[in-house]
């Protein structure tokens, strides 16, 4: 039998065994290797769906369990220092994520998230999406996981982590169990981090092509988050939650402008879509207190192609139904169901929603870093240990250089910056250069150059970095705040923001812990 005909049996014999209640349970839990999710009510938020006869599809959640009885894994991590990979549990049946054991697995190096497991015994676990009509920039196309430390988050008064999506990365499933196909209905909920999106396409969670290609109007229902114009918009700048219905980003019946539609950015946005035979409706509130508001609910659009739908039940996270792959976005928790759930279900799920305390967590740091202060940073790396961070005097291009008592005025300024609060995000940092009042260090296409800010949040977010310890244990390493798996690192005396064992020269893993570590020194130029 060869392995795609062995991969079909499997998943017809999935699919009959979850017909069959408890053992159907048993079998899923074995499937998906985890424990079984439990069917019966209960206060979560898939046991509340459940009670209300659209029981959850897919369950993908980093932060918590939900199910009530739900003990295996929420994801795994991989580690760069030797590619081991860990799942990661919950702290008890129905709890939430053990942060710790990922501290714990990750400390010393960095780590990716590889696997967000389907909590609904299904087997509709999120990986690392393949090309499609675009692709990604890892190798063979595929798109980039993300950092498994970039999006830390309290929740239920327990450290957990959220999925931060940076441009290029992305998550997958065209070979699904159970999810809405055709024009049968579902509904789906995201909880998402309101302050992080841009207009880039697209950000989304839900339903999709299973060829990753764009099939047409009305193959893909998903959650969009985020402020692009170029399909629909709603009411003031975004971002808005809409409907992704390929070819179209709807926000209410029209094609382009649904004023109803309102902007939401709530730090944690509960955003739901749901469609059935010519209705859906988009609702949404803040995951940290209230109820929903319904921004529209009604017939399709009055665009040809989307009644009926054409769905094809692949499952997306951050990306377009093409693989398109510019956006941005915080995932923390989130499901797809069977059916067209009620108000009163989906008003269910966000009082458990709100109930367990979202709240931020620490995404900055200064590392002790005194704001105004000058400093001079010098590499750790046994081969470099006289070189500094600083920037070429007759271009833009940031390099590592010897300095010593005896350089010159010049290039001593050149190795001294001035720490300033970090442009995009004031609990991080800055760097002004010493000699050149009003130009700061930022990456552009991952290579540190010195540029003037143009007053651009894209600029802002190039030229601020979030301090830790080093990760060497010497001194400081810095991640970019919008790449946060990526660290200011020099390679062959040029500097980059580098991810660990990425797809480009400068993200080689040999000797990455010593090169992304920084001493902090004596400013050259006081």
């Known amino acids: 039998?060869?392995?795609?005909?062995?991969?079909?049996?499997?998943?017809?014999?999935?699919?009959?065994?979850?017909?069959?209640?408890?053992?159907?349970?048993?079998?899923?839990?074995?499937?998906?290797?985890?424990?079984?999710?439990?069917?019966?009510?209960?206060?979560?938020p898939c046991d509340i769906y459940q009670s209300g006869g659209t029981p959850c599809v897919a369950a993908h959640s980093t932060t918590r369990a939900l199910y009530g009885s739900y003990n295996g894994s929420l994801y795994q991590v991989r580690r760069a220092s030797d590619n081991a990979t860990q799942n990661i549990g919950v702290l008890s049946a129905g709890g939430y994520a053990n942060a710790a054991a990922q501290d714990s697995f990750c400390s010393g190096t960095t780590?990716?998230?590889?696997?967000?497991?389907?909590?609904?015994?299904?087997?509709?676990?999120?990986t690392q999406a393949p090309p499609g009509g675009f692709n990604g920039p890892a190798s063979g196309g595929y798109d980039n996981l993300a950092s498994a430390t970039a999006a830390p988050v309290t929740v239920g008064g327990h450290k957990a982590y959220g999925v931060f999506?940076?441009?290029?990365?992305?998550?997958?499933?065209?070979?699904?169990?159970?999810?809405?196909?055709?024009?049968?209905?579902?509904?789906?909920?995201?909880?998402?981090?309101?302050?992080?999106?841009?207009?880039?396409?697209?950000?989304?969670?839900?339903?999709?092509?299973?060829?990753?290609?764009?099939?047409?109007?009305?193959?893909?229902?998903?959650?969009?988050?985020?402020?692009i114009k170029v399909w629909g918009y709603g009411s003031g700048n975004g971002p808005w939650?809409?409907?992704?219905?390929?070819?179209?980003?709807?926000?209410?019946?029209?094609?382009?402008?649904?004023?109803?539609?309102?902007?939401?950015?709530?730090?944690?946005?509960?955003?739901?879509?749901?469609?059935?035979?010519?209705?859906?409706?988009?609702?949404?509130?803040?995951?940290?207190?209230?109820?929903?508001?319904?921004?529209?609910?009604?017939?399709?659009?009055?665009?040809?192609?989307?009644?009926?739908?054409?769905?094809?039940?692949?499952?997306?996270?951050?990306?377009?139904?093409?693989?398109?792959?510019?956006?941005?976005?915080?995932?923390?928790?989130?499901?797809?169901?069977s059916g067209y759930p009620s108000d009163a279900t989906e008003n269910a799920v966000q009082s458990n929603i709100t109930s367990v305390g979202y709240t931020a967590g620490s995404t900055g740091g200064t590392g002790?870093?005194?704001?105004?202060?000058r400093t001079s940073l010098r590499a750790t790396t046994s081969c470099c240990t006289g070189d500094y961070l600083k920037h070429d005097d007759s271009d833009a291009n940031v390099v590592i250089a010897g300095v010593t008592s005896s350089s010159s005025a010049t290039d001593k300024g050149d190795a001294t910056w001035i720490v300033r609060a970090g442009l995009a995000n004031s609990a991080c940092v800055s760097f002004?250069?010493?000699?050149?009042?009003?130009?700061?260090?930022?990456?552009?296409?991952?290579?540190?150059?010195?540029?003037?800010?143009?007053?651009?949040?894209?600029?802002?977010?190039?030229?601020?970095?979030?301090?830790?310890?080093?990760?060497?244990?010497?001194?400081?390493?810095?991640?970019?705040?919008?790449?946060?798996?990526?660290y200011i690192r020099h390679y062959d005396y040029t500097v980059y923001v580098a991810a660990n064992g990425g797809s480009n020269a400068w993200d080689s893993s040999t000797s990455f812990a010593d090169d992304v570590s920084w001493a902090v020194a004596s400013p050259w130029a006081p």
Not at 368 to 373: E, I, K, M, N, P
Not at 443 to 470: E, I, R, V, Y
């Open 432 to 486: 002004e250069s010493a000699n050149k009042s009003g130009q700061y260090l930022r990456h552009q296409n991952f290579k540190l150059q010195l540029a003037t800010s143009d007053g651009s949040d894209l600029f802002k977010q190039d030229a601020t970095f979030c301090a830790q310890s080093g990760m060497n244990g010497q001194g400081l390493s810095f991640p970019s705040v919008n790449y946060p798996d990526h």
């Open 241 to 337: 939650i809409m409907a992704d219905l390929e070819n179209g980003l709807f926000s209410g019946v029209n094609q382009h402008l649904n004023s109803g539609d309102p902007t939401v950015n709530y730090r944690f946005t509960t955003a739901l879509i749901k469609g059935g035979a010519n209705q859906w409706a988009i609702r949404g509130g803040n995951a940290q207190s209230g109820s929903l508001s319904t921004f529209y609910s009604g017939v399709r659009p009055n665009v040809s192609g989307y009644n009926p739908m054409k769905k094809q039940g692949a499952i997306i996270l951050g990306i377009g139904g093409d693989n398109s792959v510019g956006a941005q976005g915080t995932f923390y928790e989130g499901v797809m169901t």
């Open 1 to 44: 039998m060869s392995v795609l005909a062995k991969i079909r049996v499997r998943r017809r014999l999935r699919s009959l065994a979850l017909a069959f209640g408890a053992t159907a349970a048993l079998v899923a839990g074995v499937l998906a290797g985890t424990s079984p999710a439990s069917q019966a009510a209960g206060s979560l």
């Open 368 to 373: 002790g870093l005194t704001v105004g202060a």
């Open 111 to 126: 780590c990716v998230i590889t696997v967000i497991y389907d909590q609904s015994g299904r087997g509709n676990n999120l």
């Open 165 to 227: 999506v940076a441009p290029g990365t992305g998550y997958r499933d065209n070979h699904t169990s159970g999810v809405a196909t055709g024009d049968n209905p579902e509904g789906m909920y995201a909880v998402l981090d309101g302050t992080h999106y841009n207009g880039g396409c697209c950000f989304d969670y839900g339903n999709a092509e299973t060829d990753s290609h764009d099939d047409g109007n009305g193959t893909m229902e998903a959650i969009y988050f985020g402020n």
